[in-house]
């Protein structure tokens, strides 16, 4: 007697079930494969390529420079400025002014080296000192018959020459009734001296 397997009852579909969610565990194995293969590279290639893309970003420099079309003013003070128009001397940079024609004549030395007096320009004193030195180069006669006689120097304050060396002239005094007490001397070697108090003082005089 053969016995027969009784067929499956309807609804009993295990089987099919079971291969069904050894197919999805598969799938999920096989994903969880892939993701943490993605994740085992190296994350200095993923970071350095993320880094060279943002700084080719314009966005992302600091120093990008705007589109040539925008037309933002200028916050620069300076940037309107020129050397001519910072300029204030009136000249042209490396152009030297011209010297005034009418500068004054140097300060003198203090003390005359050859006498120990003290020294003053021709030019600073009074007018009528410079007619007298012109009437002592034109020579004789002169406008006082003392002019040109012997100064003796008895007040010692001239260097120490013998007698005859050294000669006086009158510089007039306007308002005077005399000869006044201004006189110039005059020595053998055509050195001058000035004197406004009749001998008392001396300076040496530089034409």
Known sequence: MVSRIP????????????????????????????????NDRDPGTATTATDDTSASSPAAS????????????????????????????GTSEGVQPEPSSTQEPEAPPTIDPDSGLPTVYLLDLPPEAAETVEAIERGPPYAYDKDGSTFGNYEGLLPDFDRGYYQEF????????????????????????WTDDHYASFSRILL
Request: no cysteine; net charge negative.
């Open 7 to 38: 067929p499956p009852e309807d609804g009993d579909d295990s089987r099919p079930q079971r291969s069904r969610g050894a197919l999805a565990l598969v799938l999920v194995v096989a994903v969880a494969a892939g993701v943490w293969l993605l």
């Open 170 to 193: 009158t510089v007039e005094t306007p308002g005077s009734s005399d000869r006044g007490a201004r006189r110039i001397v005059e020595g053998a070697d055509g050195e001058l001296y």
């Open 62 to 89: 600091p120093s990008a420079e705007p589109s040539s079309g925008s037309t933002e003013p200028s916050t620069d003070p300076t940037a309107d400025e020129s050397p001519r128009a910072t300029s204030t001397s």
